[in-house]
């Protein structure tokens, strides 16, 4: 039996429930938000530090608790929502397969909106030698254990990575006493707001090494014991029971390599127009799956913005008309990659380069730049690159550069 919907938003989390909230203020449209783990919230639901939903909700709340009022509001604007429904598969027609506790489950959608998130880069993927242990985790899986399964992994740990999410490991492995031996950063800076690296060294007196090459863990058994890396050419070794593998988050976009038969690989993830619109013009997506994390905020306003598209889309159903952004292998990832020329716009691209420096970036249209920004950008940073407001002819080329300046 395949069940009909208009509107099948997969992902729980803030920008699958912001988005949800805010189509449900149409009538005569039906939404299911459709959740693979037993409750909605996303990664913030495993988040017990505070810093969420100032904007939203203006209050300062830990991520559990900006999680729960998303949810309620969710539930208030009567969304229905489907837990423990995990997509596996999508075909031609919008047809969803999912497995759910009750069996494979079927969906027809009119529109299918995808807030399916990013994972960490485990282990495996960052090239770190030594022995296998199950005491090698991810940032996300610490906060599980922690947060939500009130388990403490290990006695003490280093973190391997930078990021914002990396320092937010730190405060929970202080907060729960467990001693946190060091965090290592293969690039030459921390790959966060510079002023995080004294909070990290002098107030949670954590040791943050950067440059480091050849990280080997070392143990026996599967039993860690050690870490040991090369710092500035010479051979370093710290004591350790636990690695946390944090940060390199890359799209949840597994399901939709198989559909999609251009891919965006600067950002792991399809090609998206201005309105959050992919090649197939009735799949859109919202949130980390464009590209990666970003906060919270970025993800909730973005949906709002995504929700607005597709109500549009549901009731003025017209072919895409697409000019298409390309980008150099400076940048790390670009949004968005296409232009829907008959769809009014100001177009506002965002980039992140892959490391910090002194660029000239340059958007060229048909070859000729139409918008120069100088200056010093680092690696962790969403670039804006101002609206442009050039009509684009249908057989014109965007392509953003960054050039490196000695």
Not at 119 to 142: D, F, K, M
Not at 149 to 156: A, C, G, L, M, T
Not at 279 to 299: E, M, T
Request: charged share 25%; aromatic share 10%.
């Amino acid at each position: 039996m395949i069940q009909e919907v208009d509107i099948a938003i997969i992902g729980g989390g803030t920008s699958g429930l912001s988005c949800a909230i805010e189509l449900a203020k149409k009538d005569n449209i039906s939404i299911i938000v459709f959740e693979r783990e037993e409750e909605c919230g996303g990664a913030p639901r495993h988040c017990g530090h505070k810093g969420f939903g100032i904007a939203e909700f203006k209050q300062l709340l830990s991520g559990k608790e900006y999680a729960k009022k998303l949810y309620q509001k969710a539930v208030k604007s009567k969304v229905h929502i489907k837990t423990l429904h995990t997509a596996y598969k999508l075909k031609k027609g919008n047809l969803l397969y999912f497995t759910t506790p009750a069996g494979i489950k079927k969906y027809k959608a009119k529109k299918i909106v995808f807030a399916t998130g990013a994972r960490e880069t485990p282990r495996p993927s960052r090239l770190i030698g030594g022995i296998r242990s199950h005491n090698i985790i991810t940032t996300g899986t610490l906060q599980r254990f922690l947060y939500l399964n009130d388990r403490i992994p290990f006695k003490n740990s280093i973190i391997i990575g930078s990021e914002d999410v990396s320092f937010s490991a730190l405060f929970s492995l202080k907060k729960h006493n467990i001693a946190p031996q060091g965090i290592l950063e293969k690039n030459s800076n921390i790959q966060t707001y510079p002023i995080l690296y004294p909070i990290g060294k002098y107030i949670f007196k954590t040791d943050i090494f950067t440059d480091i090459k050849e990280p080997v863990i070392n143990g026996e058994n599967k039993k860690i014991k050690s870490i040991s890396f090369k710092h500035k050419n010479i051979q370093n070794m710290i004591e350790c029971e636990g690695v946390i593998c944090s940060g390199g988050f890359v799209p949840e976009s597994f399901i939709l390599k198989k559909f999609f038969d251009i891919f965006n690989f600067h950002n792991n993830s399809p090609h998206i127009t201005q309105n959050f619109q992919t090649r197939k013009k009735d799949i859109f997506l919202i949130g980390n799956i464009i590209r990666g994390a970003l906060s919270s905020f970025s993800c909730y306003y973005e949906a709002k913005k995504c929700a607005k598209a597709v109500y549009n889309s549901l009731t003025n159903d017209k072919p895409l008309n697409i000019v298409e952004i390309e980008a150099d292998e400076t940048i790390d990832w670009y949004y968005p990659s296409m232009v829907d020329i008959d769809t009014p716009y100001d177009i506002l691209t965002n980039i992140k380069l892959k490391k910090s420096g002194n660029y000239k970036i340059e958007v060229l249209l048909d070859n000729k730049a139409i918008i120069v920004k100088n200056g010093y950008f680092r690696s962790y940073q969403k670039i804006k690159i101002p609206n442009i407001n050039t009509i684009i002819p249908t057989k014109s080329k965007i392509y953003i550069t960054a050039t490196e300046l000695t």
